[in-house]
């Protein structure tokens, strides 16, 4: 599902640019991807689309001073990993408190358990592009240094 994901995100310059699901399956298909992970795919951007709609009221709250404590439940799903660089993408401004929230719930709805770096980095690369967010140059760069993620825009 991951591949799918990077190949969206190298090959759709915006959301808004992917055709709709049935169309999206059917490339997505043709290019070589089989079923059950295009269904996991669709269904993971599915979720983002309803978790994104639900955290909105969030994007108005003020974050200069916001600080997330993470459950215990939350620390055992992802790790310290997973939660170590969600914080790095926080205080490097990257991520405000309503597209934090998305991405930890995007990454507790994966099956990776505690959820690894290079997951990790793709559900972030994904809720980023998602909301159009302007991404500072070095972030970037570390969202991409893993093998698995390659840039072709």
């Not at 269904?43 to 983002?48: A, D, F, K, P, Q």
């Not at 690894?116 to 970037?140: C, G, N, P, R, Y």
């Amino acid at each position: 599902m991951l591949d799918i994901l990077v190949y969206l995100f190298e090959n759709y310059y915006t959301p808004q640019a992917c055709p709709d699901a049935d169309v999206l399956a059917h490339k997505l298909a043709a290019v070589g991807f089989e079923d059950d992970d295009i269904n996991d795919a669709l269904g993971w951007l599915h979720r983002l689309a309803q978790t994104t709609e639900q955290c909105s009221p969030l994007s108005a709250l003020s974050t200069s001073d916001s600080h997330r404590v993470f459950a215990d439940h939350e620390y055992q799903m992802l790790g310290s990993q997973a939660i170590g660089f969600i914080q790095f993408l926080e205080s490097s401004g990257t991520l405000p408190p309503a597209l934090r929230e998305i991405m930890i719930e995007q990454a507790l709805a994966t099956d990776d358990s505690p959820v690894s770096l290079q997951t990790i980095k793709v559900i972030a690369l994904m809720v980023l592009w998602s909301q159009q967010a302007e991404i500072d140059h070095l972030v970037f760069e570390e969202l991409l240094t893993d093998d698995r993620i390659r840039m072709s825009h």
